[in-house]
């Protein structure tokens, strides 16, 4: 690799980098809280564009912004499960949980969990939290490792552990509140990342510099490219899965969003249930700017990668693909001998020649497309926000976890509000911990690992906190039951595949199985609760709550008496 | 998912409770038009559908693929917003709308009291100091 050029890549990304940890560090000391209410949910004082644009950072991870768009030019059409996945969630949590939960508007998931159902629902939904978040903070603590090994050139383990300082930092300092303004701050960082290299790309392959436009005519250009080396068209459906498994995993990726509960704290945080509807219209708004720049830019890298390389002689590769080469994201395996790049694939084909990590489609991008080193140390900078944001809010979900729903909830219900923000605090101390190991040990690539965490969301939450809500006959034995039941299932069934090379049954994958577990949980916690005892008139009256707006009367009237 | 309307109920509360039984069936019969449509172009158009649309090519874009894409995420968004603005109207149709007052008003509001006692009420940013 040219020195020179790296250099200057080198500075920049740590000039953003620093400057990035400073306004967060910042954030923090303004922001520092010093009550429970602060602590977990911002003094539900948050407005509903702030709220929208922190869901969106809190959303939008490691995963959405390194791996994504490589992940879809890989899969070409059937990438779109991850687009749509991803996105449609957020109309089920606008229109099915948000503004009930919001109503409720206790700290935790489980929270409502526990009230709605019994103790040992609250228990599991603990148990379900803290299992969930870890398996996506995992890919969030290995992104912020990536991005600090190829931009900074130091380990990844270092790179992990300056990640783990600074939100460990902001996250004790100023528990919600602080991330909230933290992710406002991080989102804006990581969507001008993402978007100016996507519009400098687009200007140069496309007639129009509007990548969503324009990408039209790149993608069918591809086909092309595509047909000429021996793949199949960028643009036809189920080349990678067969139909079936594109519907499930897309089910369980919208259900497992709207499951999971670093999400669906966020709504929690505005100050009214109606601030919480449009918190999600604009927390959709923000996060479609990078969803529908995505599939611009897989199909942009994928062209550009397919020009750059295919059916040439590798000794005469371009620059950046050397770069990657040396990290060792790029791997040349010369099966025929000839010195030229016949086939490619991603690092899990076996029987390619080139072989590609799909995580650095987005990271090399702005060094294909020529572009300035300050440009490339932006984006360094963004997926470094968009990893913190996400494990950031997942930090919370843990401590909520373990210093709410375990200590005070479980353990310690005379706690003072002093001893439960310790308690917090000390929450966030041990997941910041347990969150770096695997970041350096990640049991699988980013976009995978994250992808199971929906499947796990999708077939234990989701379906109990819907039916909590519509459902007033549902019962704390049919929710557990359901609970168990789906998450188990679904727990085994991705083991088995991934572990024990167990064949998938019917083409589902493990990241499908999810919308299996959901329905599977659905049909449990209805049977189960028609045959136990209708819950109590408190109950019942929680739900008739929970489901208006307005605070009952005789609350709305009692500071006034 | 029948609504409890059989329970029986003190006469005082008969009022509210219908109320609230028609505030929660408008809501519902919304939802469910909404996802109708949620579910028309994220699963019948960009997947069930896509081999067929695929056939038809607008601007570069094989239609199958340009739903799932990109045509389904800016639904879903528009969904999102439908639901919150349609809400607000529930909301006061039904007299459950949350006791807050306008943006504009608010301002107001605070800048007189302001004027009045030299204070500013806790708002986002105050809260901080405490």
């Known amino acids: 690799m040219t020195v020179i050029a790296l250099t200057a890549i080198q500075t920049w990304a740590l000039v953003f980098a620093v400057v990035s940890f400073a306004i967060y560090v910042g954030i923090a000391i303004y922001t520092r809280v010093k009550t429970t209410a602060g602590f977990y949910v911002a003094d539900q004082n948050i407005p509903a564009v702030a709220n929208g644009a922190a869901i969106a950072a809190d959303w939008m991870s490691a995963a959405s912004f390194i791996s994504m768009a490589g992940l879809i030019a890989f899969l070409g059409f059937d990438g779109s499960i991850y687009l749509l996945g991803w996105t449609g969630g957020y109309v ?56 600090f090994s190829r931009f900074l050139d130091v380990t990844l383990t270092v790179g992990v552990i300056i990640g783990m300082v600074v939100v460990f930092t902001y996250a004790v300092l100023g528990g919600m509140k602080g991330i909230t303004w933290t992710q406002v701050t991080q989102y804006t960082i990581l969507i001008i990342a993402y978007l100016i290299p996507a519009w400098a790309i687009a200007a140069e392959l496309g007639d129009f510099p509007v990548p969503q436009v324009s990408f039209g005519d790149v993608a069918d250009e591809l086909n092309g490219l595509q047909r000429d080396f021996g793949l199949t068209e960028y643009t036809e459906a189920f080349t990678a899965r067969p139909m079936q498994d594109v519907f499930l995993v897309t089910l ?81 395996n010369d099966q ?19 072989q590609v990590d799909p995580d650095i489609m987005v990271l090399a991008n702005p060094e294909i497309a020529g572009l300035p080193a300050p440009v490339i140390g932006l984006v360094a900078a963004g997926g470094l926000a968009a990893a913190l944001s996400t494990a950031a809010g997942l930090l919370l979900v843990i401590a909520g976890a373990v210093g709410h729903d375990l200590y005070y909830r479980r353990f310690r219900p005379q706690a003072t509000d002093r001893e439960r923000l310790r308690a917090g605090r000390v929450g966030v101390l041990l997941a910041v911990l347990a969150a770096g190991y695997f970041g350096v040990n990640p049991p699988a690539f980013v976009g995978q690992v994250v992808a199971f965490a929906f499947g796990l969301a999708a077939s234990s939450f989701f379906p109990v906190i819907v039916l909590g809500i519509f459902w007033r006959r549902t019962t704390a034995a049919g929710a557990v039951a359901g609970m168990v039941t789906g998450i188990t299932l679904t727990a085994i069934y991705m083991y088995l595949t991934i572990f024990q090379d167990m064949e998938h049954w019917l083409g589902i994958s493990p990241e499908g199985i999810g919308a299996v577990g959901m329905v599977i949980n659905f049909a449990v916690t209805i049977a189960v609760s028609l045959f136990t005892r209708e819950p109590s008139q408190e109950i019942q009256e929680l739900v008739e709550e929970v489901r208006h707006p307005r605070i009952a009367p005789a609350a709305a009237a009692a500071p006034s008496e | 998912m029948a609504a409890g309307s059989g329970r029986g109920e003190q006469g005082r509360r008969e009022g509210a409770d219908a109320q609230a039984v028609g505030y929660w069936k408008a809501n519902r019969r919304l939802q469910l038009t909404l996802l109708s449509v949620w579910a028309v172009f994220g699963f019948l158009l960009s997947i069930l559908l896509a081999n067929p649309l695929n056939e038809i090519v607008i601007g570069g874009f094989p239609l199958g693929f340009w739903f799932a894409q990109q045509g389904s995420i800016v639904v879903f968004v528009i969904l999102i917003f439908i639901y919150a603005v349609t809400m607000d109207r529930v909301d006061h149709e039904y007299g459950v709308q949350e006791e807050e007052l306008g943006a504009a008003r608010r301002r107001l509001e605070r800048r007189a009291q302001r004027r009045t006692t030299g204070e500013t009420p806790l708002g986002p940013e105050e809260g901080d100091a405490r």
């Open chain 1, 92 to 147: 089920l949590l606008a229109l099915l949980l948000a503004p009930y939960l919001r109503k409720y508007g206790k700290y935790t998931v489980p929270d409502f969990v526990g009230d709605r159902y019994s103790e040992i629902a609250r228990l599991v939904a603990v148990v379900a939290a803290i299992f969930i978040s870890f398996t996506y903070v995992a890919g969030q603590m290995r992104g912020v490792g990536i991005v």
């Open chain 1, 252 to 332: 369980a990726l919208m259900a497992g969003t709207a499951g999971l509960p670093h999400v669906i704290i966020r709504f929690y945080t505005t100050k009214t249930v109606r601030a919480a509807r449009y918190s999600a219209g604009w927390a959709l708004l923000f996060i479609a700017l990078l969803y529908t720049t995505a599939p611009a830019v897989a199909v942009f890298a994928k062209t550009n990668l397919i020009q750059d390389v295919a059916n040439q002689s590798y000794a005469e590769r371009p620059d950046w693909v050397r770069n990657w080469e040396e990290v060792g994201l790029i791997t040349f």
């Open chain 1, 336 to 354: 025929n001998d000839n010195g030229a790049v016949d086939s490619l694939g991603t690092t899990t084909a076996t029987d390619v020649e080139l």
